[in-house]
């Protein structure tokens, strides 16, 4: 078994107090697993509130998601060599301070009521969170025994699911719920939704700076890449069949998650299946992400006793087959069977990119940047998913994300071992 990468302390000092150290480091992260699973949850609220204030087809909606996840694809491998300098705590601060100015920059976005502008906003934003990801998940893969890092990092990432199972109250209330008012004209109903945005994120701004002057003065172990001098042109992460096939696993899953989560509203608003208003439909979000969360605690306990790359196989079969009843029915039966792929959901996302940074040993750090690289499928399905929402109807479009759910069963059962 290879010991924690570049764990300062020595091996006379790894006992209850590296142990100790641990505990206190994992439960600091969880804190950033809580606010970018709200942060990016809140995706889900603002693509159909600004699909109505700027009257955008649902292809030009999944923008939001193309520049949002599009910042993974170019920020993810110069974080990781920024990180890789500056070590994973202050890349934890960098990331921090990166979010919470794209957070204000919903202001004036929302002032000017230019779409564009909060496109970019929301890119900012997304770089600030691939710094964090680039940074936290392998710092939490290596804070211990390699063999439960998945459990791990499940369990960090049950945080994630909290904030994600917050944020549609919030958004709804917030955000969708101006769209309840009374209002002189529609050009000043849609002035007033643009508006709406302006609270919430600048509030976010707010708490992602004192996170970030926090995480500055916090004592954490210290992590940093071993000395592999004599290494460094011993080939790369690439080398790693697992780790490409782990790449390609969290692009279709992270795209699949995306785009069901980005259609959740809409399709829940259909007549054919509920008919609910957006605000009220924004409530049953919560659901579909409280299940990611309920998964992750389960998972994190299951994947103790059970192979990891086994629980993944399984979920992933599970969420086939609630896609399948999602397209070939109707009413609540369609409706429940979306939300309950959250709960298929919960532990894919830690566990490829556990399985795929195993044995990396030196070539973690750009594993892991090769890994946050591939969540630009979360840009590219769900734009895809609205081009085909747009000619075929949202119902059928879910079948793109049900096949980035058959490849993830096959990582699970052979990919992941190769």
């Not at 549609?168 to 004209?185: H, N, R």
């Not at 894919?348 to 969540?375: E, V, W």
Request: hydrophobic letters at 55%; aromatic letters at 12%; proline letters at 3%.
């Amino acid at each position: 078994m290879v010991s924690p990468v570049g764990v300062t302390n020595t091996q006379n000092q790894a006992g209850e107090n590296s142990s100790q150290n641990y505990n206190f480091a994992l439960i600091s992260l969880t804190s950033l697993f809580f606010m970018w699973g709200f942060i990016t949850c809140l995706n889900d609220i603002l693509i159909p509130h600004l699909k109505n204030v700027f009257d955008l087809s649902y292809s030009q909606a999944m923008l939001i998601q193309f520049c949002f996840f599009g910042a993974y694809f170019l920020v993810s491998m110069p974080a990781g060599v920024v990180v890789k300098k500056i070590g994973y705590q202050k890349g934890i601060v960098l990331g921090l301070l990166i979010a919470s100015i794209g957070c204000g920059l919903f202001y004036p976005a929302a002032s000017l009521h230019s779409y564009p502008i909060f496109l970019a906003a929301l890119f900012v934003l997304a770089s600030g969170i691939t710094v964090l990801q680039v940074s936290a998940n392998p710092y939490v893969s290596i804070l211990g025994d390699e063999k439960t890092a998945s459990s791990r990092l499940t369990l960090t990432q049950a945080f994630n699911a909290l904030g994600t199972t917050i944020a549609p109250f919030f958004g709804g209330l917030l955000i969708l719920g101006i769209a309840s008012g009374s209002f002189e004209s529609i050009e000043q109903q849609k002035l007033m939704q643009a508006q709406a945005v302006q609270m919430p994120y600048l509030l976010l701004a707010s708490s992602l700076l004192v996170l970030s002057a926090i995480f500055a003065f916090m004592k954490l172990p210290q992590i940093s890449e071993p000395d592999t001098r004599e290494q460094t042109n011993e080939g790369s992460a690439w080398q790693y069949k697992h780790l490409v096939l782990g790449a390609i696993g969290i692009f279709v899953y992270v795209g699949a998650e995306v785009g069901i989560g980005s259609f959740l509203i809409n399709f829940m608003a259909m007549d054919a299946i509920a008919g609910l208003e957006e605000s009220e439909a924004a409530h049953y979000l919560t659901y579909f992400w409280g299940g990611a969360m309920v998964g992750r605690f389960i998972g994190a306990a299951v994947m103790q006793k059970i192979d990891a790359g086994f629980v993944l196989f399984f979920n992933a079969c599970c969420a086939i087959l609630l896609l399948l009843i999602a397209i070939l029915a109707s009413g609540s039966l369609a409706m429940w069977a979306v939300l309950l792929i959250g709960l298929c959901n919960s532990i894919m996302f830690p566990t490829i990119f556990s399985l795929a940074l195993r044995g990396l040993k030196q070539h973690t750090s750009q594993g892991s940047g090769i890994l946050c690289l591939a969540i630009v499928g979360g840009a590219i399905i769900p734009l895809l998913q609205g081009f085909l929402a747009d000619v075929a109807g949202v119902q059928i479009s879910f079948i793109l994300p049900l096949l980035c759910f058959v490849f993830i069963a096959y990582y699970g059962l052979k990919g992941s071992k190769s």
